[in-house]
């Protein structure tokens, strides 16, 4: 039988843990951990994940330093803020929410996070110390929603060691570090991208496949093996009719319905990666505030 894996739950647990963890750390050091928010602009959908990030990290005993910038906001007054922010003692992790407006160079200002405070795992050298040290876990803030995959790989009970993995997309939030990741558990990873030739034929032979791509269902049932684990991190909003009216409807990049007979093991969309993500941000921002108590 297909298991579904239940990402809200799995997040829950780790929330869970994240939650007594901070409460031990305030009785012990009488401080909690502080994530600074940045956010530009009303983008809707930005708006939907600050708020659901804030929430998550409230619930947690994380304190927010909400910062809701204006659309117009410069380059240059956006560094001054994050240069403030990497200076702010009761500021462990800083979020800058992307995507930013065109007018800003979004690399420009995640290089200008303190790679202390790094609470999205994005600053080249926590990319370096990704890609270089030994393990994933430790002390390394680490992209959220590939380490949130790989806590449900790791939840599965399967050895990773010598498994087939397809990951398709080769992006610097997902594709890559997720590539990482599971190089390190020992897992034979294979990178496909929008150039990848005979793309159905290399995931047919994954033991494991990863799709962050965002072409909604683009993988379908003859693109996955038989009892292969398969992880969906694309989201995206498609139009359906429903009753007569038009209506939008979240779906990931893989062909649910065909392919949960198929799998072994499932995430489904939404409830599958996206709260993992959300919740291994909580983890990066209390590994930040733990790292500072022990330096
Ligand atoms: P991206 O656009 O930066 O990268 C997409 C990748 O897919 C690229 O490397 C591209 O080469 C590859 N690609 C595009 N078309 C392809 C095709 N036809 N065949 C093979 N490869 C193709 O996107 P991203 O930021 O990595 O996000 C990917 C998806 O994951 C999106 O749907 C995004 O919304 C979603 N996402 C979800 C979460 C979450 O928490 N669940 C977090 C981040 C991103």
């Not at 995507?99 to 160079?105: K, M, Q, S, V």
């Not at 040290?133 to 430790?138: F, K, L």
């Not at 929008?194 to 030739?197: H, I, L, P």
């Given at each position: 039988m297909t298991k579904v894996i239940n990402g809200k739950e799995l997040a829950q647990d780790l929330r869970n843990k994240l939650k007594e963890e901070i409460i031990n750390l305030k009785a012990k050091y009488n401080k909690v951990p502080g994530l600074a928010v940045v956010q530009i602009g009303n983008v809707a959908a930005s708006s939907v994940y600050v708020k659901a990030k804030t929430k998550s990290a409230k619930e947690v005993g994380i304190e927010i330093i909400d910062h809701h910038l204006d659309?117009?906001?410069s380059e240059l007054n956006l560094i001054k803020l994050i240069k403030k922010l990497n200076n702010?003692?009761?500021?462990n992790g800083i979020l800058v929410q992307l995507?930013?407006?065109?007018?800003?160079?979004e690399q420009i200002i995640l290089d200008t996070i303190h790679p202390d405070k790094d609470a999205d795992g994005f600053h080249p050298l926590n990319v370096g110390k990704l890609s270089i040290?030994?393990?994933?876990?430790?002390n390394l803030l680490i992209p959220c929603t590939p380490y949130g995959c790989l806590l449900m790989l790791r939840g599965l009970n399967v050895?990773?060691?010598?498994k087939n993995v397809v990951v398709i997309g080769r992006s610097n939030i997902v594709g890559k570090p997720m590539a990482q990741l599971l190089l390190k558990e020992s897992c034979t990873v294979t990178i496909a991208h929008?150039?990848?030739?005979e793309l159905s034929k290399l995931c047919r032979d994954a033991d494991i496949l990863i799709a962050a791509v965002g072409?909604?269902?683009?993988?379908?049932?003859?693109w996955v093996k038989n009892g292969a684990i398969v992880i969906d991190v694309g989201i995206n909003r498609i139009d359906i009719e429903e009753d007569g009216k038009l209506k939008t409807k979240l779906v990931g990049d893989v062909l649910y319905s065909e392919v949960e007979s198929k799998a072994s093991a499932i995430t489904p969309v939404?409830?599958?990666?996206g709260p993992m993500t959300i919740a291994c941000l909580l983890r990066n921002t209390t590994i930040a505030f733990k790292n500072k108590l022990s330096n």
């Open positions: 659309q117009e906001i702010q003692d009761n500021v995507p930013l407006p065109n007018h800003i160079n040290s030994a393990t994933n876990d430790e050895d990773l060691k010598g929008s150039k990848t030739k072409r909604p269902e683009i993988v379908r049932e003859d939404p409830g599958g990666v």
